[in-house]
């Protein structure tokens, strides 16, 4: 499904970053996509302002106005939400090849060579390509706090992903070609503004499966890292919990009940699954050295299921993005965690 190469001098790949009111942020995320390894005429960073009323443009023209950067456009998406900002991206590219990362990440600075390099190499042809997220911790980290709650990876080999299986938001490339014909991200699930959701890109994931089947090729490779930002508000047993019952809402959406019976069926499974889970967790408890970890691990299925059950009864509670201070950018850790645990994506 990848597009043949064109002939014409534009960029080959082009990276498109969305934000809402992170201009801090986004000054980050834009120094490393400057300080790529890949020749500055082979790509460009499209930057989606989504809503921001705070610094956002003029974060972006520091960047246009200095001629040893790479090419940096910047487009305006009025409509509220992620998945309207990300199609908004992909439609205003130029190169064969549309790559994303959030406004609160960072880029290994070899992440574009590496990922063009899989593209015109690999065969048969990759539609998607995807690699590692790991920690950027914006504060010093908690005794208790594991690395493998902000891990996303398939392992440390390269491999083409299995029927199902899909990449972070923040690490994930695209044929154009393939985002053309599926017309790109589905607008109705995602972050809205400072609203929490999830589920544009597994939507999206879901519809290669089923439209290519056994022919879809979608590789991951380890070596394209992208490191995710970790405020100290987010390493609390209440992130963390709230991200889970988020995760449970949006699945009670794309999993809908189709009657009032099968409504009423899935809930009592699902108060049933809540209680024998508590149950598992109370027992965990025991020999847990520290309830906040305990929290996270045992606790998150139950908020996963409990927020999927009140889905399904049609009640849906917003959740608030943490954000981010200018004393935790700015006192950030300079070392990135280099952990190689093996952590599989979840709904987290």
Same mark, same amino acid.
């Given at each position: 499904m990848a597009l043949e190469p064109s002939m014409n001098t534009g960029p080959i790949i082009s990276v498109v970053v969305c934000t809402h009111n992170r201009a801090a942020l986004l000054r980050q995320a834009l120094d490393s996509l400057a300080a790529q390894t890949l020749a500055r005429t082979k790509y460009e960073v499209i930057v989606v302002n989504n809503g921001s009323t705070d610094q956002t443009p003029a974060a972006v023209r520091e960047y246009q106005t200095d001629q040893r950067k790479c090419s940096i456009r910047l487009v305006d998406e009025a409509v509220l939400g992620l998945g309207y900002a990300r199609n908004r991206g992909w439609q205003a590219s130029r190169g &064969? /090849?549309? @790559?994303?990362?959030?406004?609160? @990440? $960072?880029a290994d600075a070899q992440w574009l060579e590496r990922a063009l390099d899989q593209f015109e190499k690999s065969r048969p042809a990759p539609v998607a390509v995807g690699g590692q997220i790991r920690p950027w911790y914006l504060s010093p980290k908690p005794?208790? /706090? $594991?690395? &493998?709650y902000e891990v996303r990876t398939w392992g440390q080999g390269a491999r083409h992903l299995s029927a199902g299986e899909s990449f972070s938001g923040s690490n994930m490339m695209f044929t154009k070609n393939i985002l053309q014909q599926l017309g790109g991200f589905d607008v109705g699930v995602g972050m809205r503004g400072t609203r929490v959701s999830m589920g544009e890109e597994t939507v999206l994931f879901n519809k290669i499966w089923e439209r290519l089947g056994e022919q879809a090729i979608l590789l991951y490779a380890p070596e394209l890292i992208v490191y995710h930002a970790v405020s100290s508000r987010k390493m609390t047993p209440r992130y963390h919990l709230s991200r889970w019952f988020v995760a449970g809402q949006v699945a009670s959406r794309l999993d809908a009940p189709t009657s009032f019976r099968?409504?009423?069926?899935?809930?009592?499974?699902?108060v049933t699954a809540i209680r024998g889970l508590m149950r598992s967790a109370l027992e965990q408890r025991k020999g847990s050295t520290d309830y906040r970890s305990w929290m996270v691990e045992q606790l998150g299925p139950v908020a996963l299921e409990t927020g999927r059950v009140l889905g399904w009864m049609g009640l849906h509670v917003p959740v608030r993005r943490a954000e981010f201070s200018d004393q935790q950018l700015h006192g950030s850790t300079t070392a990135h965690d280099h952990s190689s645990r093996s952590v599989r994506w979840s709904t987290r």
């Open positions: &064969e /090849y549309v @790559a994303f990362m959030d406004d609160d @990440a $960072k005794d208790w /706090y $594991k690395d &493998e099968d409504r009423i069926s899935r809930v009592r499974a699902g």
